[in-house]
Nanobody, 124 residues
């Protein structure tokens, strides 16, 4: 059974940085793509970033130039480096993984698997 476990959330001041990690366990072969979503209080969940097995990356316009998604295939882990954080980045951040490309939602993942979420709070 696949499990995604996020870590690295916390409280940071505006302009600061955080690095989130998401480790996938439960099998030996890699996912087609992994990525991050976030959900702020009272808002719908939104796409943040996706990385596929070839290392191509995709970002929401709101985080381009500030966030970087990367992966370590040996560890089945994906990272989200978040720099120049803003109060509007405050949300629960969720890791997701897909085992194939879903054209109807690409580059947003459909979410074959989900992590439990990690809280990121940016104070002004």
């Amino acid at each position: 059974q696949v499990q995604l476990v996020e870590s690295g959330g916390g409280l940071v001041q505006a302009g600061g940085s955080l690095r989130l990690s998401c480790a996938s366990s439960g099998r030996t072969f890699r996912h087609y793509a992994m990525g991050w979503f976030r959900q702020a209080p009272g808002k719908e969940r939104e796409f943040v970033a996706t990385i596929i097995w070839s290392s191509s990356t995709y970002y929401a316009d709101s985080v381009k130039g500030r966030f970087t998604i990367s992966k370590d295939n040996a560890k089945n882990t994906v990272y989200l480096q978040m720099n120049s954080l803003k109060p509007e980045d405050t949300a629960i951040y969720y890791c997701a993984a897909d085992d194939k490309k879903y054209d109807s939602t690409w580059p947003t993942l459909r979410g074959d698997y989900w992590g439990q979420g990690t809280q990121v709070t940016v104070s002004s």
